[in-house]
């Protein structure tokens, strides 16, 4: 495919740019080139119905498939290959069901990141037959070998199945017993919380969000993922979180933002300046976002619609 534009940070191409500037390939893929992807849609559709459940799919409703990156010589380019869960990367490539899906997580994970929300690294990246899949870099993964990540299934001891079963305030309480850095993890806890709320993301559950071990051993919160508009994509779900927020999963209001930070044990002022620090930064970084995401004009639209409207819970 052709495109003017990055398809990392979405901002315009030099005239000797390919799909990407080169600071994002280096940090994306450590290269400054862009690596092969030989799959067309009509593969790795093929790929995940025989996969789900298998070696190569990564849990979760979305079809993910693991990839490794095998480096090439020095006048090769590498290649993205499908592999084990023991893979580098996730790709996430375009859904029937849910069109525009890996255009919308890129376009929330551009907007967490405008927020100065930490992320994990992604782009948008063609694949053969012309499609943009939705690749990240597992942040449980280096290029010496693991990094220690747990999920709050795992923290708080739930099967996969039970990760709708629980709430943003039983995570506070993991983060602050568990965390190296409690007191600024749980500011950061709370504002991506909001942030999810802002952007209608109802899928934020006990999966996907998690603790990290640093090279220094210390735990902390893992930067985000899985930022997903889950409200344009799916606007039959009447939820607007995932996991009850002051015993509530929709109809929230300030209030119960509020008492979380308070249960949180924020003070008041940290719980207003969080508020007011990332309402205001959605709502200025919102313009740009879009205009830098893949997005047709009609869900740019939507999604417009959706942060106004979520955030006018927070001046009332």
């Known amino acids: 495919m052709e495109t003017t534009r990055c398809l990392c940070c979405g901002e315009p191409l030099k005239e000797e740019e390919t799909l990407f500037h080169a600071r ?11 690596p092969v992807l030989n799959y067309t849609q009509e593969e790795l559709n093929a790929i995940a119905k025989k996969t789900i459940r298998s ?36 790709l996430k490539p375009q859904t029937p069901q849910w069109p525009f899906l890996p255009e919308a997580e890129h376009f929330c994970m551009l907007l967490a990141r405008k927020c100065k929300i930490a992320t994990a690294d992604f782009a948008l990246i063609p694949l053969k037959s012309g499609e943009l899949a939705y690749i990240t870099r597992r942040m449980d993964r280096s290029e010496d070998g693991m990094c220690h990540m747990e999920d709050f299934c795992q923290i708080l001891n739930k099967m996969t199945e039970q990760k709708y079963n629980g ?57 985000a993922y899985d930022l997903v508009p889950v409200k344009i994509i799916m606007p ?8 009850t927020l002051n015993g509530k999963k929709s109809n929230l209001k300030r209030t119960d933002f509020e008492q979380f930070g308070a ?50 819970v927070f001046s009332k």
Not at 237 to 243: P, Q, R, V, Y
Not at 298 to 304: L, V
């Open 24 to 34: 994002c390939m280096k940090k994306l893929f450590r290269s400054t080139r862009v």
């Open 55 to 90: 070696r190569i799919s990564v849990p979760g409703v979305q079809p993910k498939l693991s990839l490794h990156l095998e480096r090439g010589a020095a006048s090769t380019r590498s290649r993205l290959a499908l592999v084990g869960l023991e893979g580098n990367y996730i």
């Open 167 to 223: 709430s943003m305030e039983q995570i506070g309480k993991a983060i602050r017993e568990y965390s190296d850095v409690a007191g600024l993890d749980l500011i950061r806890f709370f504002e991506l919380v909001l942030f999810c709320f802002l952007t209608g993301n109802s899928d934020m559950h006990l999966k996907n969000f998690s603790l990290i071990r640093r090279p220094d051993g210390h735990y902390e919160l893992a930067p």
């Open 236 to 243: 039959e779900d009447k939820e607007e979180l995932a996991l």
């Open 263 to 312: 249960t949180l044990k924020l003070s008041e002022a940290q719980v207003r300046n969080a508020v007011l620090y990332l309402t205001e930064a959605v709502a200025k970084a919102l313009p740009a976002a879009l205009q830098a995401s893949f997005l047709p004009q009609t869900m740019q639209k939507q999604i417009a619609e959706l942060v106004l409207r979520q955030g006018a």
